[in-house]
């Protein structure tokens, strides 16, 4: 078995450097997965024992030294974001807090599709706050406001939630790198001080608002975001389209955008340095339009914003760049690999957020399909007609956007319980009307804009995105044009994602192994059951699964952000219905008593004071009672009791019934992640009043 192990790695030796950057990814996975310290100390001395033991192998051998380097590189990969959370470490709000401060504005970013502004702001002279906090303002109560201004404000503040149901978004984790130790809403007016706004609004604000002034609505939106990543202008009937249509990547400036803008900028210095017979003729014009293209490149991730993804894309541009310039092929799994790898070390907490996975699970699935013979035979040139290459070119941008999108499905559907299934013929249309009609038309607007002859060009934009947005609508709302599943277990998620990049890695036929992985994580999550009931952390918003299917509401009157998290997390497409307006249910302005997989379940929904003797009856004949107030002593269930008190160890719920009944909680009691155990600050300091804040 040891020298067939050889043999076969011997044969894909050239493959062997891919799984670096997994091997890294894994002990960053690792290290989120498990709960706390010990464990992750356990960790290490196992990989340290496994690196030794490929050491005992031999390093002569590939068997071994592929076993060394890998184990090494997951406990650095492991240490790597230890070492990351630990430096990022900054106080959180201990709790809800309503209070004046004056600060110092970091960002700002305008939502004129919801008629808000949100802020970063840096508390002054405040130790009793966070260093950074996320402040939303409403109305016109934003406008002018430019980052470096100080301001004074009164603000609603809460610590960053954490996911409210088992499975959903998880924002105090992302806030623990970001160093955001609060978020809240702005009460009243924002005090500013005499030489506010002389500064001026920042290129990338001015540049949106120049492009909203051209094009309104969500076409401007769009529009925005291709240029400056401004996504604030997209009505949400919009971007829900698009994502439920597969083309919400278009919104995100990442690759598509990034190849775009550095091969236009490479086109056109070619051929204007070509003019220049001493340039062409030293062989001059292919590395001065790389340097042209990068400094694009560069110049258009920074106007943006320089956001994670952009970065991302960025960097796998310029080393597709030197990669050219070098005469290696550009294109190729070890290109990939080595941007992973950069990102990895630069940022490793985003390995765990949709964005990285789904970008780099598109390239990789791209690149492996196209370097595969049956592909590059099928997409070879040859002498036949113009129809029959167009129509091969459709083909295999047909079968690219397939392959994406079977890459992407188990991605989607664990971080957002949903995927399209009409995004790889959506994006036949939309990729290249983006590429080849919106961007150019825009940027030639922007530029043709400095002499006042844009308009042409913005009308051109604005008919394409109508275009784009109606796409997106139309395939949004055909039958079957989104699959939903409930909460993907973690483990189920892991083995689909090695078995996918066992195939899309390795070149042999030991490659197909990986389907054994891949369809039992999948087969994990389909036959995963759809929970009976789901709880928030704050026990106001039940969720119950209705007899007809669908799911109905205890409190009907929850908003959109309450309805699509219980949606997301139940695994459903359909309305939320009323609990009160089904039959088998009894409610009175206290409670509602219903029987739900042969179980008496006892909720409250009044705010009236009940005395622990009235209740004691009802809670005693129920199986689960939920309140999302303090329960009395006297009230116990037979099986399950939730009330705020249990809650708050537990966060939301997500419960089975029947045979076996269960309930997942989204915290666990052990868990050792310094954003669950993070310095605290009480923020009830209101000494400085609100009129002196901002000098």
Sequence with gaps: ???????????????????????????????????????????????????????????????G???????????????????????????????????????????????????????????????????????????EAGTGIAPGERIGLRARLMPPPTASLPGSYDFAQRAWFDRIGAVGTVLGDVSRSANAGRGGQPVRARLSAHIHDRIAGSPGGIAAAFVTGDRGAISSEDEEAMRRSGLAHLLSISGLHVTAVIGFAMFLAMRLLALSRRIALGGYVLPIAAAAGALAGAGYTWLAGAEVPTLRSLIAALLVLVAFLMGREALTLRLVAAGALIVLVWRPE??????????????????????????????ARREEPIVFRWGRGLAGLLITGIAVEVALAPIALFHFHKAGLYGALANVVAIPLTTFVIMPAEALA??????????????????????????????????GAVATLPRFPPWGFAMAAFGGLWILIWSTRWRWWGAVPLLAGMLALLMQPRPDLLVTSDGRNIAVAAPGGGYA?????????????????????APLGALADLDHVECNPDFCRWVQEGRIILAS???????????????????????????????????????????????????????KPKAVATL????????????????????VPKADLAR
């Design 446 to 479: 922007l530029a043709f804009d400095s002499v006042g002859l844009g308009a042409p060009f913005w009308w051109v934009t604005e008919q394409a995105l109508t275009l784009l947005i109606q796409l997106a609508h139309r395939v949004a709302e055909a039958p």
């Design 605 to 659: 929904r009044g705010r009236d004071r009940i005395e622990g003797e009235e209740m004691a009856a009802a809670c005693r004949a129920a199986d689960v009672v939920i309140s999302d107030r303090w329960l009395p002593r006297e009230c116990a269930a037979r099986w399950l009791t939730i009330d705020r008190d249990s809650l708050a160890e537990s966060g939301g719920l997500a419960i089975y019934l029947g045979k």
């Design 553 to 573: 509401l205890l409190r009907d009157r929850a908003g959109d952000f309450v309805r699509d998290t219980m949606n997301e997390a139940a695994g459903s497409d």
């Design 668 to 687: 666990d009691a052990g868990d050792g992640h310094p954003w669950r155990h993070a310095p605290l600050v009480s923020g009830n300091d209101e000494a």
């Design 65 to 139: 030294r592929m076993a060394a380097i890998g184990f090494g590189a997951m406990a650095l990969g492991l240490l790597l974001i230890w070492a990351r959370a630990l430096w990022v470490a900054a106080p959180i709000l201990a709790g809800p807090a309503t209070t004046a401060f004056s600060a110092e504005v970091e960002a700002v970013e305008p939502l004129p599709a919801k008629d808000q502004t949100r802020l970063i702001v840096r508390p002054q002279a405040r130790e009793d706050l966070p260093p950074r906090i996320r402040v939303t303002l409403a109305g």
């Design 350 to 379: 985003s390995l765990v957020g949709p964005s990285f996975q789904l970008s780099f699970a598109a390239v990789t699935a791209i690149v492996a399909l196209h370097e595969s013979r049956t592909m590059q035979r099928f997409m």
């Design 1 to 63: 078995m040891f020298h067939a192990l050889e043999a076969q790695l011997e044969a894909e030796r050239e493959r062997l450097g891919l799984w670096l950057p997994v091997a890294s990814g894994a002990g960053i996975a690792a290290w989120f997965i498990l709960p706390a310290t010990m464990h992750w100390a356990g960790l290490l001395f196992l990989l340290g024992g496994g690196l030794f033991c490929g050491l005992l192998i031999g390093w002569h051998s590939r068997t």
